[in-house]
């Protein structure tokens, strides 16, 4: 069973720059496209950024120019470089898999909390 754990969060200010890490545990990680998801307190989660097997990236456009998605598949890690970053970024991070454009259900982490406060 594949084992997700993210780290990297914090409190920063706005304009300030974060980078989320996942850990894959298991095999296929470098099989898998990927993807961050987000949620806020009172929201439903969201996707944000994908990258497929082959590196190709994309992005929702609130974030696009800001967060960088990235893979490590010789270390079976996920990053998000998070730059410029704004209140609204506030939320708890999570990384999945990114099959069909959806997440595997059953392999949630528990996610890495993200606040953005002057």
């Known amino acids: 069973q594949v084992q997700l754990v993210e780290s990297g969060g914090g409190l920063v200010q706005p304009g300030e720059s974060l980078r989320l890490s996942c850990k894959w545990s298991?095999?296929?990680?470098?099989?898998?496209?990927m993807a961050w998801y987000r949620q806020a307190a009172g929201k439903e989660r969201e996707w944000i950024a994908s990258?497929?097997?082959?590196?190709?990236?994309g992005y929702r456009a609130s974030v696009e120019g800001r967060l960088t998605i990235s893979r490590d598949n010789a270390e079976n890690t996920l990053y998000l470089q998070m730059n410029s970053l704004k209140p609204e970024d506030t939320a708890v991070y999570y990384c999945?898999?990114?099959?069909?454009?959806?997440?595997?259900?059953?392999?949630w982490g528990q996610g890495t909390q993200v606040t953005v406060s002057s």
């Open positions: 990258i497929s097997t082959g590196g190709a990236t």
């Open positions: 999945n898999t990114y099959y069909g454009r959806a997440p595997t259900p059953d392999i």
């Open positions: 298991g095999k296929m990680f470098r099989l898998s496209p």
